[in-house]
């Protein structure tokens, strides 16, 4: 009885200990939940509300509210759509491209023979740290009429002609900006997979007979699934959310976002140019939501993909 009864107190004290350990937790998190809230999480759904309505900052006062119109009339806009379709094509282009490319960057940079690597993983590195409005301008002088690059492909055929006024071409400037600067990033990544590899296994692989072809279908691809899926959610999602480089390709020489013809409006631009140009904010704040469940869909379905396989 007695030892049952000194048992109580000890219960009492470790509960009232484990009280002021979760007390003390949310005082600390207190700052951030509040800034977060604030800055965050009323933003959303203030972002939400008025979507269902016709608002613009300038006149908050005349707001109404229109239920789902604004939804329905999104899902009608020829804009949008052609602004979904361009953003849906730079993923089903651009993402793969990055992937694979990043993917081959990466084995020749984990190749114990190679020298400099600290060299080389810093130069595939640099684009992706450098300012995408900087890499876009940079590229678009590039691109231009009479430019180095356009000057060395009229050898080839192709006409020589500004890539960010014409149709035909801007929207594969946007391509390539985007690879370009995205495949250093996600070599990083693989090479980190790469590098969590065991060595015997591969030499293992090679004392059977097969061939750095075999070796890379066989072994390295299957084992850097999990790697694979990282880089593919982070490329798909930069991508959908792609913004700064189709908008300076677009705006260069003071041209309308997403020009010539809409060839390079994406989802955000759109979106952009509805809330700050337009002053469209309901309207603008419908297609935040619609771009974020497309988002969220798509990465549920990589998501059941993966882990199907």
């Known amino acids: 009885m007695r030892a049952i009864s000194s048992e109580k107190p000890l219960r009492s004290s470790?509960?009232?200990?484990?009280?002021?350990?979760?007390a003390t937790g949310y005082i600390l998190l207190a700052p951030f939940l509040a800034i977060a809230g604030m800055f965050i999480l009323y933003p959303i759904l203030y972002s939400f509300t008025i979507s269902f309505r016709e608002f613009s900052f300038l006149d908050p006062a005349g707001a109404r509210w229109i239920g789902l119109s604004n939804y329905t009339d999104l899902l009608r806009d020829e804009r949008f759509l052609t602004a979904m379709k361009n953003t849906v094509m730079l993923v089903l282009i651009a993402v793969p491209c990055q992937t694979v490319i990043a993917l081959l960057l990466a084995n020749v940079l984990n190749s114990p023979r190679l020298r400099f690597k600290g060299f080389f993983r810093t130069l595939y590195f640099l684009p992706y740290v450098t300012s995408p409005i900087a890499v876009g301008a940079v590229m678009v002088n590039l691109f231009r009429r009479d430019g180095p690059?356009?000057?060395?492909?009229s050898t080839f055929g192709f006409p020589n002609v500004s890539w960010h006024s014409s149709g035909d071409y801007a929207f594969w400037l946007v391509v390539?900006?985007?690879?370009?600067?995205?495949?250093?990033?996600y070599t990083v990544?693989?090479?980190?997979?790469?590098?969590?590899?065991?060595?015997?296994?591969?030499?293992?692989?090679?004392?059977?007979?097969?061939n750095k072809f075999q070796i890379l279908l066989r072994i390295t691809v299957p084992l850097l699934k999990p790697t694979s899926f990282l880089v593919l959610v982070m490329g798909i999602l930069a991508t959908l959310q792609i913004f700064e480089q189709p908008f300076v390709v677009s705006t260069t020489g003071g041209a309308l976002p997403g020009s010539p013809g809409d060839s390079t409006l994406t989802m955000v631009?759109?979106?952009?140019?509805?809330?700050?140009?337009?002053?469209e904010m309901g309207y603008a704040s419908a297609a935040a939501f619609i771009i974020f469940a497309i988002i969220f869909t798509m990465t549920l379905i990589q998501f059941a993909f993966f882990r199907n396989k």
Request: proline share 0%; charged share 20%.
């Open 269 to 279: 631009m759109y979106l952009y140019t509805l809330a700050f140009r337009y002053f």
């Open 149 to 153: 690059v356009t000057s060395i492909l």
């Open 176 to 185: 390539f900006i985007i690879v370009w600067t995205q495949i250093g990033f």
């Open 189 to 210: 990544i693989y090479l980190g997979g790469l590098q969590s590899i065991s060595r015997d296994i591969y030499e293992a692989a090679a004392i059977d007979g097969a």
């Open 14 to 22: 470790l509960k009232k200990s484990r009280r002021r350990e979760i």
